[in-house]
């Protein structure tokens, strides 16, 4: 039998999770990714299938801050700034979808500054 790769075994955790939680237009999904150098953020109406916005760590606006991407004070920021876009499109409270990953570190640091910026979850 061969191993699953890390990355596979959080794609099943992430299926698992979807099954059981999902956006709609009065409180979408806040869906949220990550990878060794990015972080990627979106928040997503499930019942028409669209993205309302997005954030991530490759925008020009971020990139123009010069910090560095992968660590979490970048995810501090992504948090922010997805909650302020929400707020803009009258979005005040989420749906938080961790995408299979284990809620600390990044993930936690992005959500708490989500909510510290005022979005519910």
């Known amino acids: ?10 794609v099943i955790r992430h299926k698992r999770l979807r099954s059981k939680l999902a956006g709609t237009a009065e409180r979408p999904r806040m869906a949220v990714f990550r990878s060794l150098d990015h972080i990627y953020v979106q928040i997503i109406d499930d019942d ?17 801050t010069k910090m560095p991407t992968g660590n979490i004070e970048a995810a501090k920021y992504i948090g922010k700034v997805v909650a302020e876009r929400a707020k803009q499109n009258g979005i005040e409270s989420v749906v938080f979808d961790r995408g299979g990953h284990i809620y600390l570190g990044k993930v936690k640091a992005l959500a708490e500054a989500a909510r510290e910026a005022g979005l519910k979850f």
């Open 48 to 64: 028409k299938g669209h993205t309302l916005l997005s954030a991530s760590t490759v925008e020009r606006m971020f990139l123009d």
């Open 1 to 10: 039998m061969k191993n699953k790769s890390r990355n596979a075994m959080r």
